[in-house]
């Protein structure tokens, strides 16, 4: 039998957020017979290990090499992608983006050139903006025509980006399942990490994982750590991602004199070991489309302290607190932050199988689309 050609296209670069790690977790966990997969990127590829897993199950990553000017309008795409699927014939286009206009310009591309199957996957939140709503009307003409199939990891995100018919109708919420079997408390993790970050055992962990970018709101987490401080001068901040904002934030640590209680880590390809060398994980961010990290997180068991923004879907354990984001907020997220800091990590993820947060389950939802006539 003849395979089934896949084509999983980005809106965005390839680096190390979590739409291409959603990807990756698909790839290399899908059952993968009767079935070939390729990725797309209009702008460029920079994490090879990414790449590498897709080349070692017989898939290619393409790049287009476009400039990626976030915010801006994305109709320079069309004619680099119309080239790309004249050239390239697939059976099924996968579009993952935060971005209403790229997702409705790949459909666009991929429908004139035959795609019998085309999905939209939306991963992110809207931040209820004029401007975020002017654009999902605008091309929600679009959004009817082009796509055969919308998925969403969840129902903000899914209202975010797609028209009210599609998410009544047509809309499949797709959790954004983990290997689940990673993310298990280990205090042999935590003193191996916390010795490696040069963070004493003994002390507590505030922790944040995630791209520097405006929507993860790192200046509230300085904010509201140096709080901690005035309450707890036992803790650390330990920051694990990268991104454009990075060194506007390490500055802001030194402006607020607790740099030498911060941890940086950058990028990391063994995240779930460094949630178990928290205490307390934090996340402030003024929108998501679903909060995997807080789902990883919850997984290890710690405690966790999220934005009031961030869908209710998220909470699954019960030992997590919404909390407003607003700045004069910054003093309740330290007193929360503080009276969780001894709390016993919860071994037992019941709750998030239960839930279908189980990366088997997702990608078993997701083989059935690709295989539906």
């Not at 987490?221 to 001068?233: D, P, T």
């Not at 679903?290 to 934005?307: D, N």
Request: hydrophobic fraction near 40%.
């Amino acid at each position: 039998m003849e395979s089934i050609r896949i084509l999983e296209v980005m809106g965005e670069g390839i680096a190390h957020g979590g739409e291409e790690a959603f990807i990756n977790n698909l790839i290399t966990h899908i059952d993968m017979e009767g079935l070939t997969i390729d990725w797309l990127t209009p702008y460029k590829c920079y994490n090879t290990v990414f790449e590498r897993n897709l080349n070692n199950i017989g898939g290619k990553v393409y790049e287009l090499g476009l400039s990626y000017s976030p915010g801006k309008n994305r109709w320079h795409l069309t004619k680099p992608l119309n080239q790309f699927f004249a050239e390239h014939q697939y059976d099924v286009v996968h579009i993952h983006s935060g971005s209403t206009s790229a997702m409705t310009i790949i459909a666009g591309a991929a429908y004139r050139h035959g795609v019998k199957k085309i999905i939209v996957h939306s991963h992110t939140g809207g931040n209820n903006s004029f401007k975020s709503k002017a654009v999902k009307a605008a091309y929600s003409p679009y959004m009817h025509m082009y796509p055969t199939d919308y998925m969403a990891c969840s129902a903000s995100a899914a209202e975010a980006k797609f028209p009210k018919s599609v998410n009544e109708t047509k809309t499949k919420i797709i959790n954004n399942g983990i290997e689940l079997a990673r993310y298990c408390y280990n205090p042999d993790t935590r003193k191996k990490i916390r010795t490696e970050m040069n963070i004493p055992y003994d002390s507590y962990v505030v922790g944040h994982v995630g791209r520097f970018s405006p929507e993860k709101n790192h200046k509230f987490i300085l904010q509201s750590f140096a709080r901690v401080l005035k309450r707890n001068a036992n803790c650390y901040l330990l920051l694990v991602g990268d991104g454009e904002l990075q060194e506007e934030i390490r500055q802001m640590a030194a402006d607020l004199s607790v740099e030498d209680k911060v941890r940086f880590a950058g990028y990391v390809s063994n995240v779930p070991e460094y949630y178990s060398a928290m205490n307390v994980f934090i996340l402030p961010s003024f929108f998501e489309g679903f909060a995997i990290a807080a789902v990883e997180a919850q997984a290890t068991g710690i405690p966790c302290v999220l934005s009031d923004r961030i869908s209710n879907e998220t909470v699954i354990n019960k030992n997590v607190i919404m909390l407003p984001i607003e700045e004069e907020s910054s003093d309740k997220w330290a007193e929360v932050i503080c009276e969780h800091l001894e709390d016993e990590p919860i071994i037992d993820q019941s709750l998030l199988l239960k839930r279908g947060f189980d990366i088997n389950e997702t990608v078993r939802q997701i083989r059935e689309v690709y295989l539906r006539k």
